[in-house]
């Protein structure tokens, strides 16, 4: 049964940020797969050559991992290459980012700085460009399907990000930003680091020009912004992000094991960029309490439309309803600073799944949030899927000094999917892509 707030957030957004959303329009685009990489360059009104699974895979209420599982169910590795390649690709700018965390850091006070420091003429220009008038009709319109459906073809963000940096000459900085705010699927990694490698900053001096000939192509000739392009631009040049930035391994975490005494009552926090620890490898941990919070300090930092805002907690929402049917527990709703305490944690109920206690919703001030559901249920540790990069990952050093300042032990799991892959992601794409086949075999069998 659903909650009452998961239905009061879901009625804003065109699509339902549910697991079983995901499943059934992964499974309806499962007959696509074989004509993927023939149709997904056109972006076509309505058109079925892509999955439009983003969303859903940003916040894992499916994971790559699950995705490419179906996907190998009923195809070949290699009839269905270009379409797993595609879904690696977010593994890779995943992986990659967090061995860079500095290109990150770096986005964010490039960003302030522009945005503390902005000159009349450049404000005067972006916001042109914000508001979708710039004269460009396709850029134009973009804008606004950005804004009001928040999604984009993987084509039309490429010729975006292009007409951005390269035609009207804005930083790429902003246009990421606007990106974040919008995108249901806005994600750090995939987010920053494709920008960067339209700018031609990613692969040195090679960037992507959008062209109006190619445009008119793959949108079926509903544009043609012919003479209107900046189509002979030089990349951008280095801007230092990736010498400056110490190279940081990925830690491999610790085999899951069950919570020993001294670590009882042993609470599980699940943190938006992961909404699915039911499947993998916590799934058969016994938990005395489960908390699965967003917060609107963690939003307001990258200034999440109410669109975003919605579609982040309708997915908690169902995250939460989902884990006390699996934990056999009863959601309890948060709100703004409420952590209700409606019972006391002890040794004796891990495992015992009648008094599973699951919280769920937003919060106003996430860390506060979590150390108060943590006290609240008098817990010894909090355990989680360590969130990647990006703004939960930007909360997680305050939350772990909050934590350990309440004498509460800490333990966090990267799941096998990233450990595998993420430590390949040193160079280009290319050479991620080379071993993939190889670590699938061996990560699925
Ligand atoms: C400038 C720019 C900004 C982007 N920002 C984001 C972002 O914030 N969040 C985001 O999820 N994607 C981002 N992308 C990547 C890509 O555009 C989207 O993931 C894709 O368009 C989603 O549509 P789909 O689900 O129909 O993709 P499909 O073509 O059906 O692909 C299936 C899945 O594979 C993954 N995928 C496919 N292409 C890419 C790619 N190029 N990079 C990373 N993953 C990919 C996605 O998870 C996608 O859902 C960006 C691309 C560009 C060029």
Redesign the pocket.
Known sequence: MKSSFQSSVVNTLAITPTRDEAIARLAAFMPNVSGYAKG?NFDRPGNQA?????PF??YRLVTEREVVESVLAEYSYESAEK?IQ??C??TY?KGYLEMRPGIWERYKVDNQALHDNLEVDLQNRLEKARRGQTGIDCFDDWVQQLVTTGWL??HT??WF?SIWIFTLKLPWQAGAAL??EH?L???AA??TL??RW?AGLHTRGKHYLARADNINRYTDGRYNPQGLLNESAAPLPPDGAFESVPFAKVALLRDVHLPSLSCCPAGLLVIPDDLTPESGELSETPFSSICVLSGNDVMDSFNASPKVRAFCEGAVADSADRLAAHWDGKVTECQGEVIPTVGRASPDNVGRRERMRVYGGSVNCWVDGVVTWARNEHLKSVWYLRPPVGPWGDAMDDLRSALKAQGIKVFEYRRRWDSLHWPHATAGYFRFKDGLQDRLNRLLG
């Not at 892509?50 to 983003?54: G, H, I, M, P, W």
């Open positions: 997904r892509v999955s439009e699974a983003s895979l940003r379409f595609e879904i690709w977010r700018w073809h993987n963000r490429m990000a990106f974040l995108l699927d806005g994600d995939s987010n494709s920008w339209v």
